[in-house]
């Protein structure tokens, strides 16, 4: 049985520029212009808020960063909704999936429970319970518990309704245990989820979850996804900073808050 301890984060997808006809717009009104980024979230992001006020013709110095902390201080968020990130999940717990999917702005896709065996199962252990021998002890003991019914109760179930008119093929008696097994499984159990979001609503994610307030699982993740957004669109996310706690976790912070 796989224990984890980490989230692991992979950024699939992300914006990109279709350069013909930003050139066409550009040409069709009279201008020229053109980003020094080469990253497609930043380059949507600066012609969006260029847009608003057809400002192509008179770049300020410093190029795409500079117009993007710009947008930063000022506050003008609704530029960064026009840049989309694909992540990918994974190592996470049902508990902390009940809180993401709570924000908006965000589609998800996850793991489903009725449609795959959980018999191989992989669960997450909080670090506070971790770090001790005896919780740890505890914990996994339940886990082992919680792991054997859910296995007995789905062949149980599966052979049961090998009788039974109403699922008469193996898929669906196996979808039906599957469904009804599921509900001793602990909150702890292991589950990936595909997200995808807009850099307004990552950020809003990043200042709650990132929170030395947040839940300690969460504020993993959060840590991890602004790892991976910070490597591809800096301009978008390196101005926060990742501040130590005295428990040796860490907590995000930014001087540009509620973009």
Known sequence: MLIHHQPQVYLVGTSSVRPAMLDRFLADHGVTWQSDSSVGAEVLTEA????CYMSYA???PGG???YLEHILESGHGSVLEHAVFNLIITGVSRSLTHELVRHRHMSYSQLSQRYVDESVAEYVEPAIIASDPALHAVWAAAIEQAHWAYVRLADMLTSKLSGDPAYSTLTERRKAARQAARSVLPNATETK???TANARALRHFLELRGSRHAEPEIRKLAVAILD?????APHLFGDYRKNPLPDGSIELQTDHRKV
């Open 58 to 60: 008179k770049p300020r």
């Open 228 to 232: 991976v957004l910070a490597d591809v």
């Open 48 to 51: 969006a808020g260029r847009l």
């Open 193 to 195: 989820i595909f997200v």
């Open 64 to 66: 795409n960063a500079a």
